[in-house]
């Protein structure tokens, strides 16, 4: 059984900085990509960041571009994202995933269907 547990979400003012965690565990887990996803009340779940685990490639959504970073310890199977200059807008639920290395589908890093695993989802809340 694989299991992603996320953690470090909270509450903080407007252009303040959150780094959320994403610990993945299971005997069998091997991961070749990982992921945040974020939903919002009211809307869709939207992709935020990836990074592959052997290239370490990154990828970013238009709206978090210069102000988030993804970065991966493989050592630990972590992920983490960084957020700075938060925005109000930047609430939500955010959910980590992982694509199993099993997984031989194409990869489009900002599509949930690529990815195999998910977390429970922490809460970030920014303050205007």
């Known amino acids: 059984q694989v299991e992603l547990v996320e953690s470090g979400g909270g509450l903080v003012q407007t252009g303040g900085s959150l780094r959320v965690s994403c610990a993945a565990s299971?005997?069998?887990?091997?991961?070749?990509?990982m992921g945040w996803f974020r939903q919002a009340p009211g809307k869709e779940r939207v992709f935020v960041a990836a990074v592959t685990t052997s290239a370490g490639s990154t990828y970013y959504a238009d709206s978090v571009k210069g102000r988030f970073t993804i970065s991966g310890d493989n050592a630990k199977n972590t992920v983490y994202l960084q957020m700075n200059s938060l925005k109000p807008e930047d609430t939500a639920i955010y959910y980590c995933?992982?694509?199993?290395?099993?997984?031989?589908?194409?990869?489009?890093?900002?599509?949930?269907?690529?990815?195999?695993?998910w977390g429970q989802g922490t809460q970030v809340t920014v303050s205007s």
């Open positions: 995933a992982a694509r199993s290395t099993s997984n031989s589908r194409g990869y489009f890093p900002s599509a949930a269907w690529a990815y195999d695993y």
């Open positions: 299971g005997r069998t887990f091997s991961s070749n990509a």
